[in-house]
C-alpha cells in the first residue's frame, strides 16, 4: 500500500523513528494504532454519556458514605 505523505511529515516521522530505534513502518503502524484507539474510546465515551441517567447517579452519589465514618487516610 502506497502512503503519501507531506514532505515535512514524512521527515519528522524519520527523525522521531530513527530517534526510537524503530522502522519508520513500525512507527507509523503504532501512530496509526494509537489514533484509532482515541477515536474508539472517544465514541465509546459519548454512548456510554447517551445512555447516562444523571437524576439516578445523583441519588446514589448523595446516599455515598451515609452512616460511614471517613476511613483513615481519606481526609488527605
Known sequence: MALRLQT???DEARRVAESEGVA?????NVAVAEKLSAL???EYFRERAARANI???KGILRRT?????????DEK
Do not use: W
Open 8 to 10: 515535512s511529515l514524512l
Open 24 to 28: 519508520l513502518n513500525q512507527l507509523i
Open 40 to 42: 474508539r474510546t472517544e
Open 55 to 57: 437524576a439516578k447517579a
Open 65 to 73: 458514605g451515609r452512616r460511614k465514618p471517613p476511613l483513615a487516610g
